[in-house]
């Protein structure tokens, strides 16, 4: 049986994880893996992480399974730090997911299972594993214009005349806040026209929210999500808890199914747990019991978010300083988008040979179609990256 496996395409970010690894360089900077790390390179704990896992493990009297959805005070926690009071709890069906990519992988199962025809179209770029479990399930993908390599910003019309292809009972994957890679967003007035084009064409949302709190704040990042939701027949909703509670390895998401006709929620809620338990019965709780234990209490939730908008301000720190040393360097405006986008993550739209070069000549890794992190950034190396783009001609 396995000499009929056949080798499957390598990760290129993994590959080039391994890469770093293996560079005997002293003076290297690792902008690929999408991992926040500090001014020390290190990926901390957060304090209420740590003041939850505490409590949690005082007062936990028990490992039996919650259940195959999870716990339900963690999808209530969860629904009310993305949705607020947008939506009516009794729309919504929800289930605790091994992290933001078992949320992507529930939600497709889900829409192949209830329209086996639909198409899901995706931007141009996305996140790479939303093509990869597309691609592994057999799902037609139908691309959109997103990023414009001149401005480096949202092709907003590029996008709208490619989505008017799509027919009812398509797909549109969007990405809520903090677009991964470009770090280039939709603004409020583009988020309204893609509704309403959702809703004039019988289309479906789905929308995968990673990054809350790492654009413009808690509240800002929601507002797309909130806007959607609440706006349109049908909604799913993919979130991650992996990057605003830094507890990656804990792979902690939730799936939400969203519907305007609150009769069909229980059937929603069925289905959603049907699929949980095909895949890998009863959801992981560790990591969503510390993230409910924080966002149930006052202290923890606001020691959270002062630490998260902390992160939050670091990285437009960071973005700031390297548009500036950019400028001043090229003595041109053309990285100003870098203070723009939001996120992680942003796109230099630089050619696949150039960031080769920047690589073997500066050690300066980032993912080929030139997404770099942020967040791999220190005030140190921000001076090393903006000489070495002006000196390989970016």
């Not at 959805?69 to 993305?82: E, K, N, R, T, V």
């Not at 933001?100 to 639909?118: D, H, K, V, W, Y």
């Not at 080929?368 to 140190?380: F, V, Y």
Request: glycine fraction near 8%.
């Amino acid at each position: 049986m396995f000499e009929n496996l056949k080798p499957q395409p390598a990760d290129k970010i993994l590959a080039l994880v391994q890469m770093y690894r293996e560079d005997p360089r002293d003076q290297k900077i690792d902008l690929g893996v999408g991992v926040y790390k500090n001014a020390d390179g290190v990926t901390p704990v957060m304090r209420a992480v740590k003041a939850a896992e505490k409590r949690i493990l005082e007062e936990q009297e028990s490992k039996a399974y919650t259940g195959l959805a999870g716990d339900p005070a963690y999808a209530d926690a969860m629904i009310g730090l993305i949705l607020g009071t947008s939506v009516p709890r009794g729309n919504i069906a929800a289930v605790a997911t091994p992290g933001g990519t078992g949320a992507c992988r529930q939600a497709f199962e889900l829409i192949r299972m209830a329209n086996p025809s639909a198409r899901v179209f995706v931007s141009n770029p996305t996140w790479p594993n939303h093509l990869s479990i597309l691609n592994y399930l057999g799902m037609e993908m139908v691309p959109y214009r997103y990023f414009d390599g001149e401005t480096r910003g949202v092709d907003f019309d590029g996008m709208m005349e490619d989505l008017k292809a799509a027919k009812a009972g398509d797909v549109v994957l969007l990405h809520g806040c903090c677009h991964n890679p470009t770090g280039a967003n939709l603004n409020m007035v583009q988020w309204q026209e893609v509704v309403n084009l959702i809703n004039e064409r019988g289309l479906v949302a789905m929308i995968d929210i990673a990054y809350q709190g790492f654009g413009d704040g808690l509240e800002a990042d929601a507002q797309a999500a909130r806007l959607v939701a609440s706006s349109v027949k049908e909604c799913l909703i993919a979130a991650s808890c992996s990057k605003n509670f830094g507890i990656y390895r804990e792979r902690t998401g939730l799936l939400m199914a969203i519907s305007d006709d609150a009769a069909q929620t229980a059937l929603n809620q069925a289905t959603l747990a049907f699929l949980n338990r095909q895949n890998y019965s009863f959801p992981p709780d560790h990591g969503a019991r510390v993230v409910t234990t924080i966002l149930n209490d006052d202290a923890l939730r606001a020691d959270w978010a002062t630490e998260l908008e902390d992160v939050r301000l670091s990285m437009l720190g960071l973005r700031q300083q390297l548009s500036d040393e950019l400028q001043r360097l090229s003595g041109s405006d053309r990285f100003g988008f870098i203070a723009q986008h939001r996120g992680m993550f942003s796109r230099l739209g630089a050619a696949p040979e150039l960031v080769e070069k920047l690589r073997d000549v500066h050690g300066i890794y980032m993912v080929g179609d030139s997404r770099l992190n942020i967040a791999g950034l220190n005030a140190t190396t921000v001076p090393i990256l903006a000489k070495a783009i002006v000196d390989v001609g970016v």
